[in-house]
């Protein structure tokens, strides 16, 4: 099964549009400034998660770059050529402001993420989740604590992204 972001960009998209302020799972939180974004925080159900483990996964995602100036922060972009040009720009400004992205930060007892509802982010950002709890399983909660639970990686990651097709 694959995440079908274009289906979970309209979907969410229609939902929050109709006024409502989380999407239709309950505990995605969507916020508004310029553009929307969607935090959640992944929590292993039994001790920590693997850190080197994930490092090392990540590292390997051509989309995927650590971020120059915290090193428990990875971001993710819509092409490598953009996500080496965002980890140059940190690395001669270190304040500057993240672009529309998608960020990961993790710690041995959760990982927080912060996802723009673009396609391409929210399919890179999917594949990680997907690894993840195929190594780990979670729960997941947003800001305000509201958990969600699944008897399986696959009912865990509908939940999370939204429906997925066989293709």
């Not at 508004?32 to 994930?54: A, D, N, S, T, V």
């Amino acid at each position: 099964m694959t995440l079908n972001p274009d289906t979970f960009l309209k979907f969410t998209t229609n939902f929050v549009l109709a006024g409502n302020q989380c999407s239709p799972y309950g505990f995605l939180e969507v916020r508004w400034g310029f553009y929307m974004h969607i935090f959640f925080r992944l929590k292993p159900r039994l001790g920590q998660f693997p850190i080197e483990e994930i490092k090392v996964y990540l590292a390997r995602l051509p989309h995927v770059a650590n971020d120059p100036n915290h090193r428990e922060t990875y971001l993710f972009d819509s092409s490598e050529k953009e996500v080496k040009e965002l980890v140059e720009t940190l690395r001669a400004n270190p304040g500057a402001e993240y672009p529309r992205i998608g960020i990961v930060d993790i710690s041995g007892d959760e990982i927080n993420v912060t996802q723009e509802t673009i396609p391409e982010i929210i399919r890179e950002i999917a594949g990680f989740v997907a690894w993840l709890v195929e190594q780990v399983p979670c729960t997941t909660e947003d800001e305000e604590g509201a958990r969600v639970e699944a008897s399986s990686s696959q009912e865990f990651l509908v939940k999370l992204f939204g429906p997925f097709s066989s293709h």
